[in-house]
């Protein structure tokens, strides 16, 4: 189910908007518009998205990477942070709870691949990390991550010419 929102923006905004889809960056303009929002519901702590009960702004502040901010914006975003602030992971249907590190791998699909090679999925976590100024885990220890994944039914293990693919059935 999803919701519409439209909006008025200056041309000089869209003309750039239409350049990055020229690119490649993005589909359309509704693709660089549903991922900007994306990425500034993560900012303040979309609970879907959050880790760890942080936001990616308590993550940028935990890593040094921005100040802490100031105690009138805190005070402004403390609601969204005290409901998103849950440390307990979120329980699937089976009763078993999904590690911080599961609930990472399953946001490398959202944005819409259904499907992703093992490869390129270890890849994109390792970058995730690094951008967090965090060590990667050992390729071992992410495909043991995967195969519990599988197991609690979130994603399927196929194979493609030879290459491991995983498809997304749940998120969470």
């Not at 000089?12 to 993005?26: M, N, P, R, V, Y």
């Not at 100040?67 to 992971?89: G, H, M, N, R, Y």
């Not at 699937?92 to 709870?97: A, F, K, Y």
Request: proline share 3%.
């Amino acid at each position: 189910m999803s919701e519409k929102i439209t909006i008025e923006i200056p041309v000089k905004l869209a003309e750039f908007i239409d350049t990055l889809a020229k690119e490649g960056f993005f589909i359309s303009r509704e693709d660089f518009a549903r991922c900007s929002i994306e990425i500034i519901a993560q900012l303040y702590g979309l609970s879907k998205t959050s880790k760890g009960g942080k936001s990616l702004l308590d993550v940028l502040i935990d890593n040094g990477k921005i100040d802490a901010l100031p105690s009138s914006v805190e005070k402004q975003t403390s609601p969204i942070q005290k409901t998103t602030s849950s440390q307990i992971p979120p329980k699937l249907d089976s009763g078993e709870s999904l590690s911080t590190i599961e609930m990472d791998i399953l946001d490398l699909f959202v944005g819409g691949a259904k499907f992703e090679f093992e490869d390129a999925l270890h890849a994109r976590y390792t970058m995730e990390l690094m951008k967090l100024a965090k060590a990667p885990i050992a390729r071992e220890e992410f495909i043991a991550h995967l195969e519990s994944l599988a197991k609690k039914g979130n994603l399927e293990k196929t194979d493609h010419s030879g290459k491991t693919v995983w498809k997304i059935l749940e998120s969470y």
